[in-house]
């Protein structure tokens, strides 16, 4: 029987998933479809779903949260993060995964010579990846402009600093996780701080995908290996592609055809 599949979001229209998970649905000769949803208010979530014909969803901003307290059982590492981006229905019940979390993870987990990681921001990404990394055995050390997101990382055991109170030392790895630079040219740090970490660092990510943002830009003229949040996205689609149908194809092969999909945009 055909399947249904939808993204949860507000909003959603920018959002590729579509077009990605239709693109390698046909590749893979799958009888399904993939199709937007834009929700008005969160209270709605579960309702939405549980009435409609989807048998499986994903969850952008800013339903993450409700969409992972909507769920009757969360797998994984989203039970430590409490956000959820891929839901699937079974016999009337939601199932959730976060699967942002471990794309970031698979992007990352050949590369050698990664201890030690320095977070910057401390939102809804910042958790998805600092959690996972952690529990992955990493030295996750999280950096935010304010101090107030940074009660949940203090709580888990995390190494926390707000701006005011950050002594500078070596890390192997740099991620942004803020949203500077997305839609204008600042540095999600004060640049001369921002040079020194990058000196004593050998990669560089930035999750804002699509442009070099400032970020990037100098991270490359530091000459660290460094990349944009594509790899992040593709990873995480291809995750929620494989739960969406249970495993039965193959990971290299879906994503293949997702960055196929992505090529033509
Ligand atoms: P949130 O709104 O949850 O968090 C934003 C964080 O950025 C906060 O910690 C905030 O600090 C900090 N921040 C915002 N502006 C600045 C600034 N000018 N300088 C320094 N810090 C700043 O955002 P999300 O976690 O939902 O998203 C963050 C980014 O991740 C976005 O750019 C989004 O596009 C990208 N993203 C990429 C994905 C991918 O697959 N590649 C997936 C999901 C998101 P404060 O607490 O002080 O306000």
Redesign the pocket.
């Known amino acids: 029987m055909s399947k249904l599949f939808t993204i949860f979001g507000n909003p959603v229209s920018h959002s590729i998933s579509p077009l990605i998970h239709n693109f390698a649905m046909k590749k893979l000769n799958i009888d399904a479809c993939y199709t937007r949803t834009l929700l008005k208010d969160s209270k709605e979530f579960k309702n939405v779903f549980l009435n409609s014909k989807f048998d499986g969803a994903n969850i952008t901003?800013p339903f993450k949260e409700v969409a992972f307290e909507s769920c009757d059982t969360v797998k994984g590492i989203a039970k430590d993060i409490k956000a959820v981006n891929t839901i699937i229905k079974k016999d009337e019940k939601l199932i959730g995964y976060n699967t942002?979390a471990l794309?970031f993870y698979e992007g990352i987990k050949s590369s050698e010579g990664i201890k030690s990681v320095l977070i910057?921001?401390?939102?809804?990404?910042?958790k998805a990846i600092s959690f996972i990394l952690k529990d992955r055995g990493y030295n996750v050390t999280i950096l935010?402009?304010?101090r107030?997101?940074l009660e949940p990382f203090v709580k888990n055991g995390f190494n926390v600093y707000s701006w005011s109170d950050f002594k500078i030392k070596n890390f192997d790895l740099i991620v942004n996780?803020?949203?500077?630079g997305?839609n204008d040219n600042?540095l999600?740090?004060e640049k001369e701080l921002l040079k020194k970490l990058f000196c004593g660092a050998n990669f560089a990510i930035d999750?804002?995908?699509g442009r070099q943002t400032p970020f990037l830009k100098l991270a490359t003229d530091n000459k660290l290996h460094s990349k944009d949040?594509?790899f992040?996205?593709l990873n995480?689609a291809v995750l929620a592609f494989e739960i969406f149908f249970d495993y039965r194809y193959n990971f290299e092969d879906i994503k293949e055809s997702m960055k196929k999909a992505m090529s033509l945009l």
């Open positions: 901003v942002d794309g910057l921001g401390a939102g809804g990404t910042a935010n402009r304010s107030a997101r996780t803020t949203s500077a997305l600042s999600p740090l999750v804002i995908y949040g594509l992040m996205l995480q």
